[in-house]
């Protein structure tokens, strides 16, 4: 079945950067688009980028030209490269298959000074 494990996540100072990564199990990792998605505590989970199988790359206004998606399909890992990160960015970050409802246990984000 599909499985979906994220990490990467963590406490850093506005301005910083981190990587999240998403191994991905139990399904061809390479044959789907790949989506992060992030939830701030209180608030609906948001689409955060995207990626497809051609690896062309979409983002929400609020992380344009702050996060980078990338995939490495030798290694069933999606990334998300986050920089000049801001405290609204806080929050659990989660990858999602498409076509799926499955959802992992996400990987906390917290920017604060």
């Known amino acids: 079945q599909v499985q979906l494990v994220e990490s990467g996540g963590g406490l850093v100072k506005p301005g910083e950067s981190l990587l999240l990564s998403c191994v991905a199990s139990?399904?061809?990792?390479?044959?789907?688009?790949m989506y992060w998605y992030r939830q701030p505590t209180g608030k609906e989970r948001e689409l955060v980028a995207s990626?497809?199988?051609?690896?062309?790359?979409q983002y929400s206004d609020s992380v344009v030209g702050r996060f980078t998606i990338t995939r490495d399909n030798a290694k069933n890992t999606l990334y998300l490269h986050m920089n000049n990160l801001k405290p609204e960015d806080t929050a659990i970050y989660y990858c999602?298959?498409?076509?799926?409802?499955?959802w992992g246990q996400g990987t906390q984000v917290t920017v604060s000074s």
């Open positions: 139990g399904f061809d990792f390479s044959s789907y688009s």
């Open positions: 999602k298959k498409s076509y799926s409802s499955y």
């Open positions: 990626i497809t199988t051609g690896r062309s790359a």
